[in-house]
């Protein structure tokens, strides 16, 4: 089945250590999104790339950076964990753009210690 | 400014009764409108979605779109335990790179009554 796939469901980092967070997907969709979500709040976009073209939201904080190697793979980076940014992590992708169903992953819950 | 309004909830209905569940939003130029649920501890899943004023039907679900109130709602008929969930409510506005994207509310969480 086509699907959007993320990995790893569950991450756990410590403080200030580097950790990536995957997606992958089967739909050929050209659009990517990375939201995050903390309890009871409503998801959050950090950034999308719609194709090759990266957009970053104001309110995403530097340390947070993506990488789209090719259409099927995205990548989110978080460079210095801080307690604030354990949240689930959620990838979904469209075809063409915010008019059109996204479909998410699973999800990856980041835990930091 | 970018805004999804939802009532949190907790919206308790009985097995079988009607739920609604409401949402307004902050721009008059958003063009798609989307319904998700989402269980505790998953991912979203798309319900339905809307992009003229009316009601779209699917199922048991229907969604009903008035642009000129800035009101976008969802009726589970004949509700379901299994209906039991947090529903959130998606908007596409134009956002700070100059594209639309979705702004989602914070969720109407549901609880149907066995």
């Known amino acids: 089945d086509a699907m959007v796939i993320q990995n790893p469901r569950y991450q756990v980092t410590q403080f200030g250590k580097p950790v990536t967070l995957s997606c992958s997907q089967t739909?050929?969709?050209?659009?990517m999104y990375w939201y995050q979500q903390k309890s009871s709040q409503a998801p959050k976009l950090l950034f999308h790339?719609?194709?090759?073209?990266?957009?970053n939201e104001a309110d995403t904080p530097d340390n947070f950076q993506s990488r789209r190697p090719n259409t099927s793979f995205c990548f989110l980076d978080i460079r210095s964990p801080g307690l604030g940014d354990a949240a689930m992590y959620l990838c979904?992708?469209?075809?063409?753009?915010?008019?059109?169903?996204?479909?998410f992953g699973d999800g990856t819950r980041l835990s930091i210690l | 400014q970018k805004e999804v309004e939802q009532n949190s909830g907790p919206l308790s209905v009985p097995e079988g009764a009607i739920a609604s569940l409401n949402c307004t939003y902050s721009?008059?130029?958003?063009?798609?409108f989307f319904w998700y649920r989402q269980y505790s501890g998953k991912s979203p899943e798309l319900i339905m979605f809307?992009?003229?004023?009316g009601d779209k039907e699917d199922g048991r679900f229907t969604a009903q779109l008035n642009k000129a109130s800035q009101y976008v709602s969802l009726l589970i008929r004949d509700s379901q335990p299994s209906d039991s969930a947090t529903y959130l409510c998606?908007?596409?506005?134009?956002?700070?790179?100059?594209?639309?994207?979705?702004?989602f509310g914070s969720g109407t969480r549901l609880q149907v009554q066995p």
């Open positions: 979904a992708t469209s075809v063409g753009g915010s008019n059109q169903p996204q479909h």
């Open positions: 739909l050929n969709h050209n659009v």
């Open positions: 790339y719609y194709d090759k073209d990266f957009n």
């Open positions: 721009d008059r130029g958003s063009q798609s």
């Open positions: 809307i992009y003229s004023n």
């Open positions: 998606a908007v596409n506005f134009f956002m700070d790179t100059g594209r639309r994207a979705l702004t």
